[in-house]
């Protein structure tokens, strides 16, 4: 990290003249080195997830640099912290566009932080790689998308649950547009499957106090809750579940923003037995993967689980510089031209550039939380989902957006 | 009915954690007019202590016990010393308090990152306390609630008998009544003062073990407490136990009930609205402490 501070420094005290206009700016690639930026939150709510994010970025900037960079350029990282606010976000996306004149953007978290930025990123025609599953519903040119869209995680898990005979969901979800959105699409989901959604509560981010929503939970009979909290709500949530002698295995919960890293914080006492829907594991197997983990604990420590949003992550830098790599140039336009059926060998497995979506086939994957803190999984789509945000291809959903 | 039953409990409960996480305020704030605003992170300083004792002692029940007074001297100390460092220098100047006190707070809270790291950490909850017990009625009233709840009472009765009965306490009500007639008097105000922060403090590091059981143990959540804590000593009026108490458990059945009918965001609302009702007809809170002093 304090490498990261310092590279920033530098970057300040050695800023050109920024000349962009309606063009937009153009990424400053004279020298031998290419600047990218690291847009995360290093302080506020949001630390705790996005400082793996960055750790993940930084990986990927070292593995390339020891292979000798993209188009014969050093990778320089210019960090900054979007500090969980987000016109702070904004703000230093802007710097990071006009100022640093970085290639690309790596970065964000919520999606209250991405559509901050991405004003931004399509005024200056600048490009942003987000890296973690959204609500979609969003098509941005100046964004790619590396984590999953809803048909890549939310409608793969509804379709376990289906498949396991679950005829009743509860949903709880923090109170802000991501569950909000999700949930829309959940109900639109059973309505067209035969499953009944039997409650609805939101929580304001933050929250620690579920009493009375696991009451309403326990009173209502559901088969199955879905789960949409985001932050420190997930802990007193899954608390107050398991005291209410709420089980796994009378009603699991399928979580959508629990990743190998938010166990650790949770307690493996209140989470084994639930499931979770995301791409990656730690323990996906694979060779690709191997590598990934055994380099991620060997820089950051033995005891440090890798997760989605920081494989999502990983992969985004690799993608770019494979896109880059395709195109001869850094120009934005020509790097969003090469981008489609760009392949990469990551560690969830294959996964390929959609150019027309800018997101990324991958496999859906439901996992079960076990004793040890690591997720096993029990269920894959077989092969990678196609992207599909806007959920166009699904009958039931032509009524959301 | 059953549910109806399960909310009154719940909200009794949420009353629990309010007065635990607000006794402390209700001596320091309450008792000492000190706006502390780092009060959170001596709750946050009360659960690392629970996590930090479960890394040496086995057992999660018997670790839970001993952090219970340990916890208390933990949060206890770092309450005096900033006492004794910052506080005691602004005693006259209550807005640089608030901002003084604010800044150490941050500060709290990056030690506790650069310590422990931003993610949350878990500690485990004894068997006994993961569980729930039937009432008959259908009803199940969950172990970690209860404990809290007697923990929350016991916490409460002591603190009364030891203001009542003590002559520490005798020296605390003193000069929380008169301070300069209490100094006249032979009381050393200013060492009253320490073992009143002390106190408070300590109680902070108790609902921190507590509040293990229930949320996240992570930098920030203090934070997350210390509005309520301020709201229940503000509404229960300045220097009475007492009022702190009845409103803690008020606001408790009032957010429980408003929850179950509406939402959790609704319900927040409900609570602040009335509160702020509640204010305009009684600025001066619940009770209201009358004593000759001028002041």
Same mark, same amino acid.
Request: aromatic share 8%; proline share 4%; with cysteine.
């Given at each position: 990290?304090?490498?990261?501070?310092?590279?920033?420094?530098?970057?300040?005290?050695?800023?050109?003249?920024?000349?962009?206009?309606?063009?937009?700016?153009?990424?400053?690639?004279?020298?031998?080195?290419?600047?990218?930026?690291?847009?995360?939150?290093?302080?506020?709510?949001?630390?705790?997830?996005?400082?793996?994010?960055?750790?993940?970025?930084?990986?990927?900037?070292?593995?390339?640099?020891?292979?000798?960079?993209?188009?014969?350029?050093?990778?320089?990282?210019?960090?900054?912290?979007?500090?969980?606010?987000?016109?702070?976000?904004?703000?230093?996306?802007?710097?990071?566009?006009?100022?640093?004149?970085?290639?690309?953007?790596?970065?964000?978290?919520?999606?209250?932080?991405?559509?901050?930025?991405?004003?931004?990123?399509?005024?200056?025609?600048?490009?942003?790689?987000?890296?973690?599953?959204?609500?979609?519903?969003?098509?941005?040119?100046?964004?790619?998308?590396?984590?999953?869209?809803?048909?890549?995680?939310?409608?793969?898990?509804?379709?376990?649950?289906?498949?396991?005979?679950?005829?009743?969901?509860?949903?709880?979800?923090?109170?802000?547009?991501?569950?909000?959105?999700?949930?829309?699409?959940?109900?639109?989901?059973?309505?067209?499957?035969?499953?009944?959604?039997?409650?609805?509560?939101?929580?304001?981010?933050?929250?620690?106090?579920?009493?009375?929503? /696991?009451?309403?939970?326990?009173?209502?009979?559901?088969?199955?809750?879905?789960?949409?909290?985001?932050?420190?709500?997930?802990?007193?949530?899954?608390?107050?579940?398991?005291?209410?002698?709420?089980?796994?295995?009378?009603?699991? /919960?399928?979580?959508?923003?629990?990743?190998?890293?938010?166990?650790?914080?949770?307690?493996?006492?209140?989470?084994?037995?639930?499931?979770?829907?995301?791409?990656?594991?730690?323990?996906?197997?694979?060779?690709?993967?191997?590598?990934?983990?055994?380099?991620?604990?060997?820089?950051?420590?033995?005891?440090?689980?890798?997760?989605?949003?920081?494989?999502?992550?990983?992969?985004?830098?690799?993608?770019?510089?494979?896109?880059?790599?395709?195109?001869?140039?850094?120009?934005?336009?020509?790097?969003?031209?090469?981008?489609?059926?760009?392949?990469?060998?990551?560690?969830?497995?294959?996964?390929?550039?959609?150019?027309?979506?800018?997101?990324?086939?991958?496999?859906?994957?439901?996992?079960?939380?076990?004793?040890?803190?690591?997720?096993?999984?029990?269920?894959?789509?077989?092969?990678? /989902?196609?992207?599909?945000?806007?959920?166009?291809?699904?009958?039931?959903?032509?009524?959301?957006? | 009915?059953?549910?109806?039953?399960?909310?009154?409990?719940?909200? +009794?409960?949420?009353?629990?954690?309010?007065?635990?996480?607000?006794?402390?305020?209700?001596?320091?704030?309450?008792?000492?007019?000190?706006?502390?605003?780092?009060?959170?992170?001596?709750?946050?300083?009360?659960?690392?202590?629970?996590?930090?004792?479960?890394?040496?002692?086995?057992?999660?029940?018997?670790?839970? =016990?001993?952090?219970?007074?340990?916890?208390?001297?933990?949060?206890?100390?770092?309450?005096?010393?900033?006492?004794?460092?910052?506080?005691?220098?602004?005693?006259?100047?209550?807005?640089?308090?608030?901002?003084?006190?604010?800044?150490?707070?941050?500060?709290?809270?990056?030690?506790?990152?650069?310590?422990?790291?931003?993610?949350?950490?878990?500690?485990?909850?004894?068997?006994?306390?993961?569980?729930?017990?039937?009432?008959?009625?259908?009803?199940?009233?969950?172990?970690?609630?209860?404990?809290?709840?007697? =923990?929350?009472?016991?916490?409460?009765?002591?603190?009364?008998?030891?203001?009542?009965?003590?002559?520490?306490?005798?020296?605390?009500?003193?000069?929380?009544?008169?301070?300069?007639?209490?100094?006249?008097?032979? +009381?050393?105000?200013?060492?009253?003062?320490?073992?009143?922060?002390?106190?408070?403090?300590? =109680?902070?590091?108790?609902?921190?073990?507590?509040?293990?059981?229930?949320?996240?143990?992570?930098?920030?959540?203090?934070?997350?407490? +210390?509005?309520?804590?301020?709201?229940?000593?503000?509404?229960?009026? +300045?220097?009475?136990?007492?009022?702190?108490?009845?409103?803690?458990?008020?606001?408790?059945?009032?957010?429980?009930?408003?929850?179950?009918?509406?939402?959790?965001?609704?319900?927040?609302?409900?609570?602040?609205?009335?509160?702020?009702?509640?204010?305009?007809?009684?600025?001066?809170?619940?009770?209201? =402490?009358?004593?000759?002093?001028?002041?």
């Amino acid at each position: 990290m304090t490498l990261v501070a310092a590279v920033a420094m530098t970057a300040c005290g050695s800023r050109t003249s920024a000349e962009g206009g309606a063009a937009g700016v153009t990424a400053d690639v004279s020298g031998d080195t290419v600047k990218v930026g690291l847009l995360n939150s290093l302080s506020g709510t949001m630390a705790i997830s996005e400082v793996t994010v960055r750790d993940a970025i930084m990986l990927a900037v070292e593995e390339i640099n020891a292979a000798g960079g993209v188009l014969g350029k050093k990778i320089q990282p210019v960090g900054e912290d979007g500090a969980s606010d987000w016109p702070t976000f904004a703000e230093k996306a802007e710097k990071l566009i006009s100022e640093d004149r970085v290639a690309a953007v790596f970065g964000c978290w919520t999606s209250a932080s991405r559509k901050a930025v991405k004003p931004v990123f399509e005024k200056n025609k600048a490009l942003l790689f987000y890296p973690v599953q959204y609500e979609g519903l969003e098509q941005s040119p100046y964004i790619f998308y590396t984590g999953a869209t809803t048909n890549q995680q939310i409608v793969p898990g509804l379709d376990y649950l289906k498949a396991q005979g679950t005829t009743s969901v509860y949903l709880v979800g923090s109170d802000y547009v991501f569950p909000r959105t999700a949930n829309k699409i959940i109900k639109a989901y059973a309505a067209a499957n035969g499953m009944t959604v039997v409650g609805e509560d939101y929580a304001p981010l933050g929250s620690t106090e579920f009493g009375t929503i /696991v009451n309403k939970v326990k009173s209502s009979g559901a088969k199955a809750v879905f789960n949409t909290l985001n932050g420190d709500s997930n802990v007193a949530f899954f608390k107050e579940y398991k005291s209410a002698g709420l089980t796994a295995a009378a009603m699991p /919960v399928v979580s959508v923003s629990i990743a190998e890293e938010e166990v650790k914080g949770i307690g493996t006492q209140y989470l084994e037995g639930q499931l979770t829907a995301w791409n990656y594991y730690q323990t996906t197997p694979g060779a690709a993967n191997n590598r990934f983990v055994a380099a991620y604990k060997a820089k950051y420590g033995a005891d440090k689980p890798t997760s989605d949003p920081m494989e999502a992550a990983y992969v985004s830098v690799h993608l770019w510089k494979a896109m880059v790599e395709k195109a001869g140039a850094f120009d934005v336009e020509r790097v969003r031209g090469a981008s489609d059926g760009i392949t990469f060998d990551a560690p969830e497995g294959l996964v390929t550039v959609d150019g027309r979506t800018q997101h990324i086939a991958k496999t859906a994957r439901i996992g079960r939380i076990g004793a040890d803190g690591l997720i096993t999984e029990v269920w894959n789509s077989g092969k990678p /989902v196609a992207p599909d945000p806007y959920l166009k291809t699904y009958p039931w959903a032509s009524g959301l957006s | 009915m059953t549910v109806l039953f399960g909310q009154l409990f719940t909200g +009794i409960s949420i009353g629990a954690v309010l007065l635990l996480v607000a006794l402390g305020l209700a001596l320091t704030f309450g008792q000492m007019n000190v706006i502390n605003m780092a009060h959170g992170e001596f709750i946050m300083a009360g659960a690392y202590t629970t996590y930090v004792l479960q890394q040496s002692i086995t057992g999660a029940g018997l670790s839970l =016990l001993v952090a219970l007074p340990v916890a208390f001297v933990v949060a206890g100390t770092t309450g005096m010393l900033l006492e004794i460092l910052l506080i005691r220098r602004l005693y006259a100047r209550p807005l640089d308090t608030l901002l003084v006190t604010w800044g150490v707070s941050l500060m709290l809270q990056q030690l506790a990152r650069d310590i422990f790291g931003s993610p949350n950490v878990q500690t485990r909850a004894p068997d006994l306390l993961t569980g729930n017990v039937a009432v008959p009625g259908g009803l199940t009233v969950a172990n970690n609630r209860l404990f809290i709840l007697a =923990l929350a009472l016991a916490a409460v009765t002591a603190l009364t008998l030891a203001l009542r009965l003590t002559p520490l306490g005798r020296r605390i009500r003193a000069v929380v009544q008169n301070r300069d007639l209490a100094a006249v008097s032979g +009381i050393p105000t200013a060492r009253v003062d320490r073992t009143t922060f002390f106190l408070g403090s300590g =109680l902070a590091g108790l609902a921190g073990v507590a509040l293990t059981l229930l949320g996240p143990i992570g930098p920030t959540m203090g934070t997350n407490l +210390i509005i309520d804590a301020f709201l229940v000593v503000v509404v229960g009026g +300045i220097g009475q136990l007492k009022g702190s108490v009845i409103v803690a458990f008020a606001l408790g059945v009032l957010q429980a009930t408003g929850e179950y009918l509406t939402t959790l965001s609704v319900a927040k609302v409900i609570v602040f609205v009335a509160i702020v009702a509640f204010l305009q007809w009684r600025p001066q809170g619940l009770f209201t =402490l009358r004593t000759r002093s001028l002041a």
